[in-house]
């Protein structure tokens, strides 16, 4: 996620005021609501990285090229597809999608890598939100997701601004500091924390889950970053302001959905967050 100045946190905080009430409303509502917003950020994420990483090339345009719609598409379908309970469905879109994308475009830089690896990266995430949130408890998880992410996020950013110190990894991502990610994961450990009691979870077993999601949100952040320095691009897109594009608003969001979802149906994390059930 691109680090904002100080004209941009006034920009910033008016963007987290409108969309995070839609985002949590959507969350607590769940079903083809939340299942329609997952989608519609996963092709808007799709279509950010298919700027990010695929050039223009003979004058086309990079946001109409065939390919880059059907990767859209691709990404956008799957998470619908869990609203009915059919994950192979979900999973075989993304892997029709990535396929047809290498088809399509193979001049892309690195052959099809770049532009099918956006597929997953943006399907994927999705598929895990939804998954996770139509098990029973799944809505407390989340939503301590959520604010997991977002408190290790804004926790970081001042946190480093105020303590300072040796950078976490310069060549990728100058402005981040190893005070900061500290002070983020213990930002984000005691939102976890707080939002399992709250929803009578099981607190301890809250607290070690929250860590793993803030130390994996801050990896896909930086992840993200070296994807961008990589292709020389500072921000995804300039849809939210004050945050650049969506992929850079959700950039750790993605890497700690992925996370949840091995985490929930793998190794039957709900009860940390949710209520006895």
């Known amino acids: ?35 329609g917003l997952v ?7 799709m279509l950010e990285w298919w700027a990010v990483t695929v ?16 990767a859209a598409v691709a990404a956008g379908a799957a998470p619908l597809a869990m609203v009915a309970a059919q994950p192979v469905v979900a999973a075989l879109l ?6 047809l994308v290498a088809l399509l475009h193979r001049d892309a830089i690195g052959g099809f890598l770049w532009p099918a690896l956006g597929v997953a990266y943006a399907g994927i995430p999705a598929i895990a939100l939804v998954a996770v949130r139509d098990v029973p ?3 407390w998880f989340v939503l301590a997701l959520m604010v997991v992410v977002w408190v290790t996020d804004s926790v970081a950013y001042f946190g480093g601004r105020a303590i300072g110190g040796a950078k976490l990894w310069p060549r990728v991502s100058p402005g ?15 939102a976890g924390g707080v939002v399992a009691a709250v929803a009578g979870g099981q607190v301890l077993s809250a607290l070690a889950v929250a860590a793993v999601l803030s130390i994996v949100s801050q990896f896909g952040d930086l ?8 292709f020389g691009v500072k921000d995804s897109g300039k849809l939210i302001p004050g945050h650049g594009g969506v992929m850079d608003r959700v950039d750790g969001l993605l890497a700690a959905a992925v996370a949840a979802g091995i985490l929930c149906l793998a190794f039957g ?5 949710a209520p006895a059930i």
């Open 223 to 230: 992840a993200e970053s070296a994807i961008k320095r990589r």
């Open 55 to 70: 050039p223009r090339r003979a004058g086309r345009a990079k946001g109409l090229d065939p390919a880059a719609t059907i």
């Open 94 to 99: 993304l892997v029709a999608g990535a396929g």
């Open 176 to 190: 981040k500091t190893w005070s900061g990610a500290i002070c983020g994961l213990v930002g984000g450990v005691c």
């Open 269 to 273: 994390a709900v009860p940390a967050f």
């Open 137 to 139: 408890g799944g809505l």
């Open 1 to 35: 996620m691109t680090r904002p100045g100080q004209g941009d946190l006034v920009r910033r905080a008016a963007s987290a005021v409108v969309l995070a009430p839609i985002v949590l409303v959507a969350v607590w509502l769940g079903g083809p609501l939340f299942a």
């Open 39 to 45: 989608a519609v950020v996963a092709a808007i994420v």
